[in-house]
Nanobody, 123 residues
Framework: QVQLVESGGGLVQAGGSLRLSCAAS????????MGWFRQAQGKEREFVAV????????DYADSVKGRFTISRDNAKNTVYLQMNSLKPEDTAVYYCAAAIGTLPRRTHEYAYWGQGTQVTVSS
């Protein structure tokens, strides 16, 4: 059974930082691209960042480029999202997901999803 478990969310002031983690089990983690998505209340789920199975390549949404960094540790079956210079518009539930592919950006390309972790940025 595949499980993706996010952690590290919380309440932070604008300009602050948070580091999200996603621990994976039940899948060959090092073979999957890992992505982060977010969904704000009343909005569709949107792509945030993705990292290739090897960690050699990454891709980011324009809205987070230069502020967020995705990384992974294949020995620990964990993917991370370091979020700096947070803004109120970053407030959302953040999800990690696993996909077979290079650097997928679309939700339907992902086979497995976590339950999400809430990030709230106050102004």
């Amino acid at each position: 059974q595949v499980q993706l478990v996010e952690s590290g969310g919380g309440l932070v002031q604008a300009g602050g930082s948070l580091r999200l983690s996603c621990a994976a089990s039940g899948l060959a983690f090092s073979r999957y691209a890992m992505g982060w998505f977010r969904q704000a209340q009343g909005k569709e789920r949107e792509f945030v960042a993705v990292i290739r199975y090897s960690g050699a390549n990454t891709d980011y949404a324009d809205s987070v480029k230069g502020r967020f960094t995705i990384s992974r540790d294949n020995a620990k079956n964990t993917v991370y999202l370091q979020m700096n210079s947070l803004k109120p518009e970053d407030t959302a539930v953040y999800y990690c997901a696993a996909a077979i592919g290079t650097l997928p950006r679309r939700t339907h390309e992902y086979a497995y999803w976590g339950q999400g972790t809430q990030v709230t940025v106050s102004s």
